[in-house]
């Protein structure tokens, strides 16, 4: 579609037509196309009320809880039409991690890990320490607290918090994890550590990040979309969004004229 | 021109003054009536019964007029006994009426029945009690602890319903939100994170509805209504310790009186106890972030 900005070839792991999203009768996002492609992280950025984190909500149905939202037009998971599908069933393909640190309080760090799998029942009891460990290596949080798994989650900090609150949405196995402004809340050396985890989990994970920082969108992304006032502006690889972008708007945006 | 000017300004700050002193006077002078009848019931039942109160008191069945020593270990059996019995539908029915008032507000449904509950706050718990004996003491044909527990039961609803919808309002949405996107269900969400992480308020809501039916004598006169003896019976009238009181207190013997305010003791002790536990409880509570 946009020939000097060419998208790398990948296949959709999740992807949107036509997706619109009302807050009581008022547009939040109009008509928004886009795919995340499969094992490639794609971030979202525009100013803020941009409709960027509407979007992302929209994808896993966490819009649809909050009474006076009406969302239209599809959402394809790995091809298939999940409009209509089961909420339940497409959060635990498609995992988010929120902007700020949301732990479980009442639980310890072992048992926010796993969570998400005791709740839906499951009976694989004796894999639960094998998971634990596989999601906290892959959050980067492992050897920072091996040695007290037992411990409330709140006696982390607020960047070991939010590799937690990764880890436990990696504990279920999503293919696709969806973060909004995942470093926002925290400080430099926390958000690198995560940008460092969210890189590693590449090769397994589709990424979809929203962010306002646009170094990091730069850093970390194969992708980026652009959105302003509920639209999606453009979208392409990273670098050719950040140095030669295609729609006037953009640039403006990118070379921080606004927003 | 100036001086005048600074003396004026400075007559101004004096009465400014003058009315924050008196008013602070007003509120400390307000928070002492308001706590002076607590400590004098306090001590005047202490003086007064304590010499009734021995190990006696709350092992043996209360005696004939005449006889020396005596106690209302029954009553005190008896208050616990039917405490359970509420307990066993009361917590239950108030806390999932707590978490559907709650965690599906908007529903014009969830409206209805937390004006409903509002409602059933303010009755009078001597129409409770009315309305327990007939609803079952008329159809059994007698006074039983079961139609007490009953009683109790409803009055504890109302107090337990409100503090599990204030308590899970407390909890941020942010944590609901976690726990959905993990791909848990509603209620999942509802029973075991939302309503968990603010168990201890609920907790306390429940120890102090326990507390407040402990010391209820109206629901209890005419559902429960009395007994002498031990009874564990659920079909049988049971004794209680407001009603035990009550009894004690009427009567014309001194003796009795001073059985009555060992009994009152021993309530205002339980109050006490229970609402220092409830400090500590929420003194540990999980702070949320």
Redesign the interface.
Known sequence: MLDNVKIPEALPSVETKNLSVKFNGRDAIRNVNIEFKKNKITSIIGPSGCGKSTLLRSINFMNQLIPGCRVTGKIFFEGEDISGNDAVEVRRKIGMVFQKPNPFPTMSIRDNVIAGLKMAGSTKKNIYDEIIERSLIQAGLWNEVKDRLKVSALELSGGQQQRLCIARTLAVSPQVILMDEPTSALDPISTMKIEETIHDLKSQITIAIVTHNMQQAARLSDITAFMYLGEMIEIGKTSGIFVSPVKELTEQYVTGRFG | MLKEELLRKKRKFEYRKFKSTLMLSLSIAASIIAVLPLLYIFFYTTASGASALNFDFFTNLPKPFGEEGGGMGNAILGTFIMLMIGSTFGIPIGIMTGIYVSEYS?SVMSVIIKFLTDVLSGIPSIVIGIFTYGLIVLQTGKFSALAGGFALGLLMIPTITRTTEEMLKLV?N??R?????????KW?TSL??VL??A?SGIITGILLALARAAGETAPLLFTSFGNNFWSTSLNEPMSSIPVQIYNFAISPYEDWHKMAWAGAFVLITLVFVVNLIVRIITKRK????
Request: charged residues 15%.
């Open positions: 908007g941020p942010t944590l939100e976690a726990s959905l996107a993990l791909g848990i269900t999942k075991f994170i968990k992480t168990s999980f702070t949320l972030n």
